[in-house]
């Protein structure tokens, strides 16, 4: 059954079929009798754990395999035409050798199983954001993830249409091989390639590879943005709702802002948060001369280690119904997922995320620290009523932060839009215990993309310069520190909820609502403009000064370690961006 007559389509499906001989093709058409069906042979092939029906309704346990539990950025690659456009953070190989390598992997692969063909639209479907692809595969966890993930069936096709372009992606489980595995994005021709894994992050094509890794690489060419951003909403107490894109790498708390709940106080007095995304924004230049953002994806892919009620209510709430749980400890009593942070009572009879009996007071770790909610949006309860808009939300205010002890202030406004690329470029986290090596070593993530962007990211750094041209009212540009310690190593920010008295600040500066002081790096907030009532015995005036200074021994390290980063990227580290750091050497002398 084929649902199309794209004649590229036909022609491509019918290419991989002849290369992976399969023993069926099955077209997903997007029906709930097709998803019931795969669900079944799922769990009859042990691909799946049905969980309990009452708790968690269509929900599914899922197992990777144990040398396949996160993305390989070593086994990830970009086969543009030259080195140089792929740039020095990425892996790079000619693409027509990359081909050669592949193509042996991929032969045979499919023999004996199905092979599916999803076509999935990252965006909704006929809005201006939309983008389409197609991905084939033989995992059914696959399919049905990208069902949560993004939006599949006979309507993609129809947007398509008979002539119409779209992103290849071809998987394959084969072996399952570390050797053999490999992530690959050819941008010139749309195509992506992943082989030997069968986790999300490597095989949901339409996530990173897609919506990051190959958007980015369009929106240079077309005038727009792909960025590893969350999209958040705030209704003031007037009714007002106000939108902003943050940039975070990863343990620095994405998720948790994206779905946050208000401190008490402020929810007495009508303050509300919204989600419109929790991982990636798209940003269009709008009609009326705005930065637009859509959300292209359909669902959450949150790490389930650490999300409980009250570090991120919302977030656990939306997996309680047709979410996939990848990874997890199988509480065997209840027929439930469970992982350390959850609450506090690990379950006496459980399986760990290998499937071995497990006891927690042994002392190891049931679920696995990257294991996964797949989980669909529209079970959030904090969805933007504007998550499905076609024109997507306006943007007042872009947030990059890090998670840094000493050196980044709680909170600063960049002076201008090329001082804002700048504060983006120079991005950062201090590794934490959870990372693998030393703790404290900082690691440069400009803008949070440096594993995503799918060129050179000295190129990337001059498209966000060039949209100065391109849009006249950009929003203004914040970096936040959530993560500030005292002598002790103890956080001084409450963080969490409190995190709305920051935001608060933010969106009163990108709406020229109140004044802020200049100081080396940027705007601070004056004395008074950060709300403190109902958390005076945490955080006194003097201790929210001690969280706003500058400590220019501090940033004179910083400057240093910002020239050593930008000397990779040689003479194409735009020149707007070096002034700036001329700016900061000279304020810190």
Request: hydrophobic letters at 35%; one cysteine or more.
């Amino acid at each position: 059954m084929t649902l199309t007559n794209n004649k590229k389509l036909l022609a491509w499906v019918d290419e991989v079929a002849k290369l992976t001989t399969p023993k069926n093709i099955i077209w997903i058409d997007g029906s709930e009798e097709l998803y019931e069906k795969l669900r079944r042979e799922a769990v009859e092939s042990g691909e799946m754990i049905r969980l309990n029906e009452e708790k968690y309704p269509n929900c599914y346990l899922h197992r990777s395999a144990l040398n396949d539990v996160a993305r390989v950025e070593g086994r990830t690659f970009i086969c543009s035409p030259t080195k140089e456009e792929a740039g020095p953070t990425n892996n790079w190989m000619d693409p027509e050798e990359m081909k050669a390598l592949l193509r042996p992997l991929y032969e045979g692969s499919m023999a004996g199983k199905d092979m599916y063909v999803i076509p999935y639209s990252m965006g909704v479907v006929g809005s201006p954001f939309a983008k389409y692809g197609v991905e084939i595969t033989d995992s059914i966890y696959v399919v049905l993830s990208m069902n949560i993930m993004t939006r599949v069936g006979k309507e993609v096709l129809d947007a398509i249409g008979e002539e119409g372009d779209f992103v290849k992606g071809l998987h394959a489980k084969s072996e399952l091989s570390e050797e053999g595995r490999y992530i690959v994005h050819f941008p010139h021709e749309n195509t992506i390639m992943s082989i030997n894994s069968g986790y999300g992050g490597n095989v949901l094509l339409g996530k990173k590879c897609f919506a990051l890794r190959i958007a980015s690489c369009l929106g240079r060419d077309e005038g727009w943005m792909a960025e590893h951003m969350l999209i958040l909403g705030v209704t003031n107490p007037e009714g007002e709702t106000k939108y902003l894109a943050a940039a975070f790498p990863s343990a620095c708390g994405k998720t948790n802002l994206a779905m946050l709940v208000p401190p008490e106080g402020y929810r007495e007095k009508g303050w509300k948060v919204w989600c419109v995304g929790d991982d990636i924004a798209w940003l269009r230049p709008g009609p009326d001369g705005r930065l637009y953002a859509q959300n292209p994806e359909y669902g959450f892919f949150g790490v389930a280690p650490g999300t409980n009620m009250k570090s991120n209510p919302n977030a656990l709430l939306s997996s309680r119904k047709d979410s996939i749980f990848t990874n997890v400890v199988h509480d065997l009593e209840n027929n439930t997922p469970w992982w350390e942070g959850l609450d506090k009572n690990p379950p006496a009879n459980a399986l760990n995320w290998k499937g071995e009996k497990w006891d927690a007071s042994a002392g190891e770790k049931g679920a696995h620290p990257n294991s996964r909610f797949t989980a669909p949006a529209a079970n959030c309860p904090c969805l933007s009523d504007k998550y499905e808009d076609p024109q997507g939300v306006p943007i007042s205010a872009i947030v990059f932060g890090g998670r840094r002890a000493k050196t980044a202030p709680l909170v600063y406004q960049s002076r201008s839009w090329s001082h804002g690329v700048f504060v983006g470029s120079i991005m950062g986290s201090e590794t934490t215990a959870a990372a693998a090596g030393a703790v404290g070593v900082l690691r440069r993530d400009p803008m949070a993309m440096l594993p995503f962007c799918g060129y050179n990211m000295a190129d990337y750094w001059q498209h966000w310069l060039d949209m100065e041209d391109k849009v006249p009212n950009l929003p203004k540009i914040f970096n936040v520190n959530w993560f500030r310690t005292d002598d002790e190593g103890k956080f001084i920010w409450p963080g969490f909820g409190d995190n709305m008295r920051v935001l608060r600040w933010i969106f009163d500066r990108a709406e020229d609502k109140i004044d802020a002081r200049e100081n080396q790096i940027g705007y601070v907030p004056l004395p008074g403009d950060i709300d403190l009532e109902g958390i005076e015995d945490e955080v006194t005036p003097e201790i929210l000064e001690g969280l706003l200074a500058v400590d220019k021994e501090l940033w004179r390290q910083e400057a240093e370690g910002i020239r050593q980063f930008y000397a990779k990227f040689g003479d194409k580290v735009p020149e707007k961006l070096t002034e700036e750091l001329k700016r900061l050497e000279e304020e810190m002398k």
